[in-house]
């Protein structure tokens, strides 16, 4: 399989005609990139890959939308929409390691020292409020001081000027725990940023696991292939070698910035902060690069996001209820799990695995395996009739939550609770829900009678 982005696009072009749109007209990166989305979502229903040909002060295309389509993001991995779960977790499960090659497309154009300047880049802002121009599209590449221990993610970055940018780490998460290391050593993180890259290898980037489980092994395990990586040109950092774009950096210990306001995933405007500060040494990129952009809080961003963090749930949850059948994120901190309680207790045993598979998780609604949890009514009706809040009901008080939620102080320590909504003491000695004869519902011709 190819690794590059264009290789992507040109499959979409072919396989989902409608779902590429090439703008011609000038755009300003400020705000309407992000309301054209928006309005096309809204207004015509539709949510196709943008191509922005001619964006307002700057000489690069940009690209967004890239993920807001399932079948899109299974087009990447070449398996079916409603395949995207196991395949997902086969990649965890037998990861494919990457492999070092000489240099790549995205060495094709090297700028260093006084070469270096952000600001060449769209400026894009996204929602009203937001504090300036921040890249959101931007994984991380990086290794902890010391080791061989390697993680990938993304970290959006604030423009502070030519060659500086804020970065939002998550409190414990492992470029926080690299950046803390070196900080203790009184040394910079050397980090490096690919932005517009195969959707393979972003949503290989945004799986949750142990700090030993390397990232980049599920990109290749998604991709069908080792990931090609090339080396830095001003440190050891290794990146994707296909990567339109490519910003090397440190994290600079000891030092803090303010960054925000910035509209986040959770729907809200969050206020400023102080923020890590990044220094930019060099700057990479293919010839013509596309700058991919990802409309956060939006389609592009929550869809991209949720597969990797459904798999990684499912996988918590499984090792403790083997008889688990489906996992759904359906909105920020929420999960909702179905499955066949063989024993009591159960349910619990899930509420407690999602909470402490992910510190982002905040709610777990848990109903029995005849609930859809794709329905959302099937879910509430679960709540309604099978739980009472005095004896369902599962709270932790002063767990680690996320900082992006406003109704948590700025520590991000946050209470969590659970909705047992399966039947008691069981499915099958619990009232029983009222239906049509099967057989009458199988013979039954619509046509026959509506026609």
């Known amino acids: 399989m190819a690794q590059d982005l264009r290789t992507y696009l040109d499959l979409v072009k072919r396989r989902r005609p409608d779902e590429l749109v090439v703008v011609s007209r000038e755009i300003d990166p400020a705000w309407e990139i992000t309301a054209l989305v928006v309005k096309l979502e809204k207004e015509r229903k539709r949510r196709p890959v943008l191509l922005f040909e001619s964006v307002r002060g700057t000489r690069f295309p940009v690209l967004t939308n890239l993920h807001a389509s399932r079948a899109r993001l299974a087009l990447a991995v070449d398996a079916a929409p409603d395949a995207m779960l196991p395949r997902y977790l086969a990649a965890m499960e037998r990861p494919v390691a990457p492999r070092v090659v000489p240099t790549g497309p995205v060495k094709e154009v090297v700028l260093r020292g006084g070469d270096v300047d952000l600001r060449a880049l769209p400026q894009i802002v996204h929602h009203e409020g937001d504090g300036g121009v921040f890249l959101t599209a931007a994984i991380s590449f990086a290794r902890a001081p010391g080791s061989e221990t390697w993680n990938c993610a993304y970290n959006r970055l604030m423009l502070k000027g030519r ?122 990129h293919r010839r013509g690069a596309l700058f991919q952009d990802i409309s956060v809080a939006h389609l592009d961003h929550l869809l991209l996001s949720t597969i990797p963090i459904e798999a990684n749930l499912y996988r918590a949850v499984r090792a403790m209820v083997p008889s688990v059948k489906a996992v759904r994120v359906p909105a ?119 026609s």
């Not at 940023?193 to 390397?214: K, R, T």
């Not at 509209?263 to 206020?271: Q, R």
């Not at 159960?346 to 909470?355: D, E, F, G, P, S």
């Open 163 to 284: 060659d500086t940018t804020s970065i939002h780490l998550t409190l414990g998460k492992h470029l926080w725990e690299f950046h803390r290391m070196a900080e203790a050593r009184n040394e910079p993180l050397p980090v490096a940023f690919a932005i517009g890259v195969h959707p393979a290898i972003a949503l290989g980037a945004l799986a949750i696991g142990s700090v030993d489980e390397d990232e980049r092994g599920i990109m290749g395990a998604l991709l069908g292939e080792p990931l090609e990586l090339v080396r830095c040109e001003t440190s050891d950092v290794l990146v994707p070698a296909h990567a339109e774009i490519v910003i090397e950096a440190q994290i600079l210990p000891h030092e803090r910035v303010a960054e925000g306001p910035f509209g986040e995933f959770t729907g809200y405007s969050l206020g400023e902060r102080q923020r890590e500060v990044v220094r930019v040494e060099a700057i990479t």
């Open 332 to 450: 920020p901190f929420t999960c909702y799990v179905s499955l066949e309680q063989r024993i009591p207790g159960q349910a619990k045993n899930a509420i407690l695995a999602v909470l402490g598979a992910d510190l982002y998780m905040k709610r777990v609604v848990v109903v029995d395996h005849d609930v859809d949890v794709f329905d959302d009514r099937q879910v509430n009706w679960a709540i309604a009739t099978r739980c009472q809040p005095d004896r369902d009901i599962v709270t932790v008080t002063h767990a680690r939550g996320s900082d992006l939620d406003p109704s948590t102080s700025e520590d991000g320590y946050s209470a969590k609770w659970g909705v047992d909504a399966t039947a008691k003491p069981s499915l099958a000695r619990y009232t029983p829900r009222h239906r049509v004869p099967p057989d009458v519902y199988a013979r039954l011709d619509l046509d026959r009678y509506l």
